[in-house]
């Protein structure tokens, strides 16, 4: 079974920095997606973030990129020039690719971060 | 693109009473439904998932139910809520593709 592991349960950055949001997952899956999603106050879930695990490229969405260490299965999300709106519940997650009609995901228990003026 | 509508947002039961939640989708035909449950401080959990009409797979053993009787409808039942059964649920669509967008969710509170 695969495991989303989110070691850091709360984070603090400062307006305009940079921060980094960790993510490991277990898996013997080889054709797989990962995911962070965000979840501000009002609690809707909003993608962020999407990664093929066949593709060598990180991913990259305005100021949020990944580094995505397939060997290492680790996937972090890197947030440049914090804005006050950023402030949120992350979460990493994870999907197997089988091809199948359904797609289950599977969350880490998330980050929560607290960008500070 | 798809927009997912949840109702009620808020709701407060009694223990034994029954529920219904709803979810509709806009802007897409045929999606894959889910449905999950965030308790307190805590990441999702997967309850259910539909393919299509009348088509529902559960993923874990629990006091709830759902139904898919509309292509885009999808309900999430109780005949008797447990405490347990307290959480924030969310509804989620995907068109067989890698990427599920979420509902706006219901905050369940079971007294």
């Given at each position: 079974?695969?495991?989303?592991?989110?070691?850091?349960?709360?984070?603090?950055?400062?307006?305009?920095?940079?921060?980094?949001?960790?993510?490991?997952?277990?898996?013997?899956?080889?054709?797989?997606?990962?995911?962070?999603?965000?979840?501000?106050?009002?609690?809707?879930?909003?993608?962020?973030?999407?990664?093929?695990?066949?593709?060598?490229?990180?991913?990259?969405?305005?100021?949020?990129?990944?580094?995505?260490?397939?060997?290492?299965?680790?996937?972090?999300?890197?947030?440049?020039?914090?804005?006050?709106?950023?402030?949120?519940?992350?979460?990493?997650?994870?999907?197997?690719?089988?091809?199948?009609?359904?797609?289950?995901?599977?969350?880490?228990?998330?980050?929560?971060?607290?960008?500070?003026? | 693109?798809?927009?997912?509508?949840?109702?009620?947002?808020?709701l407060v039961q009694?223990v034994?009473?029954?529920l219904?939640?709803?979810?509709?989708?806009?802007?897409?035909?045929?999606?894959?439904?889910?449905?999950?449950r965030q308790a307190a401080?805590?990441?999702?959990?997967?309850?259910?998932?539909?393919?299509?009409?009348?088509?529902?797979?559960?993923?874990?053993?629990?006091?709830?139910?759902?139904?898919?009787?509309?292509?885009?409808?999808?309900?999430?039942?109780?005949?008797?809520l447990l405490l347990s059964d307290s959480g924030f649920y969310?509804?989620?669509?995907?068109?067989?593709?890698?990427?599920?967008?979420?509902?706006?969710?219901t905050r369940l509170t079971v007294l």
């Amino acid at each position: 079974a695969q495991t989303v592991t989110q070691s850091q349960p709360e984070m603090s950055v400062q307006e305009a920095e940079t921060v980094t949001l960790s993510c490991t997952y277990d898996t013997s899956e080889s054709n797989y997606y990962l995911f962070w999603y965000k979840q501000p106050p009002s609690r809707q879930m909003i993608l962020v973030i999407r990664q093929e695990a066949y593709k060598q490229q990180n991913a990259t969405e305005n100021r949020f990129s990944v580094n995505f260490q397939k060997a290492a299965k680790s996937f972090s999300l890197k947030i440049s020039d914090s804005q006050l709106g950023d402030t949120a519940m992350y979460f990493c997650a994870f999907m197997k690719h089988d091809g199948g009609a359904t797609n289950k995901l599977i969350f880490g228990t998330g980050t929560l971060l607290a960008v500070q003026p | 693109s798809q927009t997912i509508h949840q109702w009620p947002a808020t709701l407060v039961q009694p223990v034994g009473s029954p529920l219904s939640l709803e979810c509709t989708v806009e802007g897409t035909s045929n999606p894959n439904l889910y449905w999950y449950r965030q308790a307190a401080g805590r990441g999702l959990q997967l309850l259910f998932y539909s393919v299509g009409i009348g088509q529902i797979s559960s993923e874990v053993p629990q006091n709830l139910s759902a139904s898919r009787p509309q292509d885009r409808q999808f309900i999430l039942s109780s005949k008797k809520l447990l405490l347990s059964d307290s959480g924030f649920y969310l509804c989620a669509c995907d068109r067989g593709t890698d990427t599920q967008y979420f509902g706006p969710g219901t905050r369940l509170t079971v007294l």
